[in-house]
């Protein structure tokens, strides 16, 4: 069942309240409480309702038809993606507004504004047709957080082709597994990115992930083509002839129009993958018109989007949240979207305020990792700037502990600026559960409660709905337009992940608690799924990563609690007989999950074991290992094969801290 529940009873005896302003409430996009009812007695009005104000090619004949475990929304409608973030902007003021405000970690900086985004994308949508993309045809894109990056993605709405983001952070092998599963045409990279000072080797990635583990033949032969994009001249002797050609040259001499492809309301917009309990990412499915709304809507009266705005999502576009909120939800509003491209602390550990204080950053949308580390840094790096233009600060990724929360509210949002705790999942495409700004009673440390039109609900074991007070299974009772519709290539996997624990209920692996006021606090996750800084990591995926080392016998993984990034990877080991432990042994198997994965899934502990604790039907008891990694009282033992091997991890562990 949901763990650590002592901790969390502590934390439902939080008892700070913040209402809305009156001020805030006055000028806020939805204030009338009665939407939540309203929304209730007929979650498909609600929709249709926000869906007239998408652009419709042809308006859709039926809302919603709903074949459980499946969703179709807006049967009929044919609409175009590309055209609803930029297009329709157009022939309104908007044309010359700055859409994306763009800086890059070495201080250079770019604007577009909607009309300049437009051509761009325009163009580079001409030129991904001219290398024989076309429709429902796979583009993986592993690109730095530079503008390309969306405008290669809004390219391949606008011609109806799917894209597959992969995190710049990934190494070679993961982005291999990715374009193989989603059997990608093109990939579209660039030589490097800047990071921390330094230069993130992309290309040479890409290079690697083309070619086979063992360095030689092909990869991935599905790629017939790579578009390199030159960020920072690091790469200009490593194009491939034939294959690699430079963003520029692509770009050169293409229409500055392309007609979007009028697309079916369901024809797959991207995939995107994350982890799960296996070693195998999922490829989820997002398709065109639910996945708009949904974050289009979520955008508009979480965020409270005003059109003299401008916000600033922190995520990388490589993660949903920079999809559904840098990309698609603020520019299908109209938004100015600020994108940054490098780390928070350089050159100086202001950086981000640096940015909110130049371009006078109004929303603010980052991850409680970022809030614990800027809290350790100090209120003196925030307090060197002003901040007064700040009027709504956002949270996600993980659940934000009270101390961020208040500490964000004071000496980011000055005292005065609502924080909305947004949960949701790559799954659920857009936030689920979130305060509305001008209606809900904020309270530090819980997303309080479902957007309009949602049915959350907390189950027990049984199936049973828990009161308030009680604390079990997150799930989702009815479908919204922006859930995921199938995992690519593995529609058995679909039905047995998210909908076999309750029969039609879509199972959300989120822990959560009800309060007597009816609002959810999530408590993490109940799979084996570990969140790292709000990375999702799968404990199969570093545990396989692991035992590809030749050293090592066998592996298991366990998330740790940490102050600063929420989780931190342990990993309990077993080398093989003749192996001898050492330190050189630590530093080389954390290196090779970091080569096989990408430095996200580098554990902070090996911890070695002769054998590792398991049930006596050989199933490793990680519950056992988390017990041990966080010094707690061990659970129910009773099923373990041999009971001493417990003994002796916490033995090692003990000496290990
Ligand atoms: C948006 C995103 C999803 C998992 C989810 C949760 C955790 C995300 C919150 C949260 C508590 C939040 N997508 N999570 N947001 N937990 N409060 N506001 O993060 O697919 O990468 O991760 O993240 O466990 O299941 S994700």
Redesign the pocket.
């Known amino acids: 069942m949901v763990e650590d529940s002592g901790r969390f009873d502590a934390l439902l005896q939080e008892d700070r309240t913040f209402p809305p302003s009156e001020a805030f409430k006055t000028q806020a996009n939805i204030s009338d409480p009665n939407i939540y009812e309203e929304a209730k007695r007929d979650p498909e009005a609600f929709w249709a309702k926000f869906a007239e104000e998408l652009d419709w090619f042809k308006k859709w004949d039926t809302v919603l038809e709903w074949n459980p475990p499946h969703a179709k929304w807006f049967i009929g409608g044919k609409l175009n993606v590309s055209y609803n973030c930029i297009d329709r902007h157009l022939t309104t003021s908007r044309r010359n507004k700055a859409a994306l405000v763009w800086e890059g970690e070495p201080g250079d900086r770019r604007v577009y504004t909607y009309w300049d985004l437009y051509r761009e994308v325009c163009q580079f949508a001409n030129g991904l047709k001219s290398l024989g993309v076309k429709k429902g045809d796979r583009v993986t894109i592993y690109l730095p957080m530079v503008p390309e990056l969306p405008i290669a993605m809004l390219a391949c709405a606008r011609i109806g082709a799917v894209h597959s983001v992969v995190f710049g952070g990934f190494s070679a092998e993961s982005l291999r597994d990715r374009i193989n599963d989603s059997e990608s045409k093109i990939l579209i990279t660039a030589d490097g990115g800047y990071r921390r000072g330094g230069i993130v080797p992309l290309k040479q990635n890409a290079d690697d992930s083309l070619k086979n583990a063992d360095g030689q033949g092909n990869g991935a032969p599905s790629i017939e083509k790579v578009v390199v994009l030159r960020r920072t001249e690091s790469a200009d002797d490593k194009m491939v002839n034939g294959r690699d050609i430079w963003w520029h040259d692509l770009m050169q001499g293409q229409p500055l129009t392309c007609e979007p492809e009028q697309m079916d309301s369901e024809d797959m917009l991207y995939l995107l993958y994350?982890?799960g309990t296996t070693g195998k990412p999922k490829g989820?499915v997002h398709t065109t018109a639910g996945y708009l709304l949904g974050t289009y809507a979520t955008f508009k009266w979480i965020f409270d989007i005003k059109e003299n705005d401008t916000y600033w999502c922190t995520?990388d576009i490589g993660?949903?949240?920079g999809h559904?909120y840098i990309v698609y939800g603020p520019l299908a509003n109209g938004a100015t979207s600020v994108m940054y491209e490098g780390s928070p602390d350089f050159p100086e550990r202001d950086r981000f305020w640096d940015i909110v204080a130049k371009y006078g950053v109004t929303i603010l949308y980052t991850?409680?990792t970022a809030i614990r580390t800027f809290m350790r840094w100090g209120e003196s790096y925030p307090q060197k700037h002003d901040l007064t233009s700040l009027r709504l600060l956002g949270?996600?990724?993980?659940?934000?502990n009270p101390e961020a929360w208040m500490w964000y509210h004071e000496y980011i949002g000055g005292g005065n600026c609502p924080v909305v705790?947004?949960?949701?999942?790559?799954?659920?495409g857009s936030?689920l559960?979130?305060p509305l700004p001008g209606i809900t009673t904020l309270k530090p440390g819980s997303?309080t409660r479902a957007f309009p039109g949602i049915e959350a609900e907390i189950l027990d074991d049984q199936g049973n709905s828990v009161g308030p007070g009680g604390g079990g299974y997150?799930t989702i009772k009815k479908p919204w337009p922006s859930m995921l519709r199938t995992i690519y290539g593995d529609e058995e996997r679909y039905v047995e992940q998210y909908w076999s624990r309750y029969p039609d209920i879509y199972f959300?692996?989120?822990g959560a608690k009800l309060d007597d006021d009816g609002d959810f606090w999530?408590?993490?996750?109940v799979d084996d799924?570990i969140?790292v800084s709000?990375?999702?990591i799968g404990t199969m995926e570093v545990e396989s990563a692991l035992v590809d080392n030749p050293k090592v016998a066998e592996a298991a993984c366990i998330g740790k609690s940490h102050e600063i990034k929420g989780q931190a990877v342990v990993a309990f080991v077993t080398l093989k007989d003749s192996v001898a432990i050492s330190d050189a042994i630590i530093t080389e198997l954390k290196a090779h999950v970091a080569t096989k994965i990408g430095a996200m899934a580098r554990p902070d502990d090996i911890i070695f074991a002769a054998e590792l604790p398991k049930t006596r039907s050989g199933k490793i008891m990680r519950r056992l290992l988390r017990d041990v990694a966080e010094g707690r009282a061990l659970g129910d033992t009773t099923t373990l094969a041999d009971p001493a091997v417990v003994d002796s991890l916490k033995e090692q562990y003990g000496e290990e801290e």
């Not at 949270?395 to 934000?400: D, K, Q, R």
């Not at 999530?522 to 996750?525: A, E, P, V, Y």
């Open positions: 994350t982890s989820i995520a993660w949903v949240t559904s991850a409680p949270s996600v990724g993980e659940p934000i705790d947004t949960w949701w999942q790559t799954e659920t936030i559960i979130a997303a997150l959300t692996a989120d999530l408590l993490g996750r799924v969140n709000g990375h999702r």
